[in-house]
Nanobody, 117 residues
Framework: QVQLVESGGGLVQAGGSLRLSCSTSRSIFRISAMNWYRQAPGKQREFVAS???????SHTDSVKGRFAISRDNANGTVYLQMNSLKPEDTAVYYC???????????WGQGTQVTVSS
């Protein structure tokens, strides 16, 4: 059973920062592209950011310049540094691992981020 364990969510005022973490086994981590998604109340889950095994990153337009995804291969952990947070960033944030080459997908349990105005 593959587990992704997330942490770092919480309540923050607009303009503040949080850093989310997601850890899994190194055997899975080293062959996986890692992604962050989020789901706000009443909305569909949406892509936030991704990072390949080689370190290439992608961020959705609404978070570019504010959020940064990174990975620590030695510790099997992916991070999402979130700066200049806005109330519209409020959501449950989910970590996702997609393995190569067989594209198995695993999800974390989600961590709540709430940004107050």
């Amino acid at each position: 059973q593959v587990q992704l364990v997330e942490s770092g969510g919480g309540l923050v005022q607009a303009g503040g920062s949080l850093r989310l973490s997601c850890s899994t086994s190194r055997s899975i981590f080293r062959i996986s592209a890692m992604n962050w998604y989020r789901q706000a109340p009443g909305k569909q889950r949406e892509f936030v950011a991704s990072i390949t095994t080689g370190g290439s990153t992608s961020h959705t337009d609404s978070v570019k310049g504010r959020f940064a995804i990174s990975r620590d291969n030695a510790n099997g952990t992916v991070y999402l540094q979130m700066n200049s947070l806005k109330p519209e960033d409020t959501a449950v944030y989910y970590c996702n691992a997609v393995t190569a080459p067989n594209y198995r997908s695993f999800w974390g349990q989600g961590t709540q981020v709430t940004v107050s105005s």
